[in-house]
């Protein structure tokens, strides 16, 4: 099993829906450009690289909660390839399947809020002092 962990920065808010059955999935893009040392010693940056990513359940909705575009966050899963036929031609896109997720410290601070669970299955976010 192809497993990967990667730090970089969300493109774009995560988008959380929820599929016909009722579970939530978070689909967000991470992007991770290298820094590049030359040969005078500089630094630059290298040629950025994209990775779509995938949540499910709880961790979605923990994820769409919580992080916003820019954040720099950390993220693990398996990698796997979707293929689809559009126009003739088969198209390809690597996708990252997320079991877990969370900000990265080396750039912020996070005090992290233990989820609790609703009636149903629903995800309930509590805060430190009780309070919705």
């Known amino acids: 099993m192809n497993e990967l ?18 579970a939530a ?3 967000f893009r991470i992007a991770n450009t290298p820094r590049i040392k030359a040969d005078d010693g500089t630094w ?3 040629e950025p690289t994209f990775l779509d990513c995938q949540a499910w359940r709880a961790l979605a909705e923990n994820i769409a909660e919580s992080l916003r575009r ?7 899963g398996r990698i796997r390839t979707e293929r689809w036929d559009s126009d ?5 896109r690597v996708v990252l399947e997320v079991e ?6 080396a750039y912020a ?8 669970r609703r009636a149903g299955g629903q995800q309930a976010m509590s805060t430190p002092d009780g309070a919705r």
């Not at 962990?5 to 009722?22: F, K």
């Not at 003739?88 to 390809?92: D, F, K, L, V, W």
């Not at 877990?100 to 410290?105: E, F, R």
């Open 44 to 46: 630059r940056d290298g």
């Open 70 to 76: 820019g954040d720099r966050v950390l993220v693990a």
């Open 100 to 105: 877990s997720a969370g900000a990265d410290l």
């Open 25 to 27: 999935v978070c689909r």
């Open 5 to 22: 962990t990667i730090a970089g920065n969300l493109t774009a808010d995560p988008e959380l829906r929820t599929t016909s059955t009722g």
């Open 109 to 116: 601070t996070a005090r992290p809020v233990k989820a609790s």
């Open 88 to 92: 003739g031609q088969t198209r390809t």
